[in-house]
């Protein structure tokens, strides 16, 4: 028996490959097959099956490829409803792997749909369990993400509730829980940077399988403090339930070098979206005006889907040299099919045609302390609620990235804002935005709120508040 975590960390996600006597079984697949395909061809084995643990709402799945390339049978738990061809399973129902079993335990909760696999090894015993979006490291995911759903997310709690004590917690101690997400995902609130455990371990760690917690607390501390879901996630689960086109496809008509005057007339005329991804360093001294940073080397794919409103907005691209694949690619993780190519020579090709350059102003947290020193200035903190609200620059005001498209009239054209964030990714991503939207008081601070407190920028700690 083989088990292998297939972790993707800019998504936070992890797809699991099983292997037993030549044959194999992949859990919550993304959407580039070649992975899963490659793997069992290397051993030798044959894919037979395809458990998906629920409709994935932060990625598209790649179970529709991965199954008209192998013939490998695409299992969903009870209540799931597609528009393309599955085995919808039984509660209960066991699945031969070569050797092992896999059995379907019906866990709803996160979602109706949502179905945890037990893994059964040769010697008949329980081995572990492919827990989806039920059961995290340190978490339990969040009962708001339904497709289309009758229930609550009180209800959906509840549920999820019973499935954790009915059909989770019964499991042995030594049973190795493989969630389908770790930290960084907004699929739970809380989740830990390991990517498994022992069950034994969460019943003694994780703050929803406290053994004492009544079902009234559980629905209390799971539904409390939930963020909204970025607004690509009902949209990313609705893609799962009815169906994806290939990825080839996307990969064929994105992946296109573009000369100059083509990417531009796409850009001017053809309403196409004008996408930076180089490092956020090089997009400050120059980049194609109105366009948007989202640098490649940071949480890409979570940020296009949170920002980028319309999953069909035609896009073209620059991307670091030779990493142009990764970008359609990683695109189309999130549902983002219409990318029409990419700026062939990248900006160096855009100005040696003469083209017209912006820049965006730049400081670093030294210059920020002496502007603070002269007096008042406009501190816009682009971090999270939950990072404002454990400590922050005095003055300064809170505007997360997350959430601009709700809340742009909330940024005043008058003012000069000087835009932080934790590090300086979020904060020029930010800036791009406002500026492609027309405001040009816009300075990042190089470094983000790291850099301003190891330069006397006064700040209060929330968390700390006496100093200590």
Known sequence: MKIEQIYTGCLAQGAYY?????EAAIVDPLRETHPYIEKAKKQGAEIKYIFETHFHADFVSGHLDLANKTGATIVYGPGAKTEYAIHEATDGEEFAVGNVKIKVLHTPGHTPESSTYLLIDEQGQEHAIFSGDTLFI???????????????????????????????????????V??????GSACGKNMSKETSDLLGNQKKTNYALRADMTKEEFVKEVTTGILPP??????????NKTGVISMDDVLEKGNVALEVDTFEAMANH??????????????????????IFI???GSFAPWVGALITDLHQPIVFLAPEGREDEVVTRLSR?????????????????????????????????????????????????????????????GAESLPLDFINDNMDKVDETKDYQVHCAGGYRSVIFSSILKSRGFDNVTNIEGGYAAMKTVGIPVTDFACPSGK
């Open 18 to 22: 099983i292997e037993s006597n030549g």
């Open 138 to 176: 340190g978490d339990v995911g969040r009962p708001d993400l339904a497709v289309k759903s009758d229930l609550s997310q009180e209800d959906l709690a509840g549920l999820l509730f019973d499935s954790l004590r009915n059909k989770v917690m019964p499991l042995s101690d030594e049973v190795i």
């Open 178 to 183: 493989y969630p389908a997400h770790g930290a």
């Open 230 to 239: 970025p607004q690509y996630f009902a949209k990313n689960a609705m893609m």
């Open 270 to 291: 053809e309403g196409a979206l004008v996408l930076d991804t180089r490092h956020q360093s090089d997009f400050v001294k120059g980049f194609i005006p109105n366009s």
């Open 295 to 297: 640098g490649i080397d």
């Open 334 to 394: 999130v549902g983002y099919d219409n990318t029409l190519g990419y700026l062939k020579g990248g900006i160096a090709a855009w100005t040696a045609a003469g083209k017209e350059v912006d820049t965006l102003n730049s400081i670093s947290a030294e210059e920020l302390a002496a502007k603070v020193k002269s007096g008042p200035v406009d501190i816009l903190d682009v971090r999270k609620p939950g990072e404002f609200e454990a400590e922050q620059a005095e």
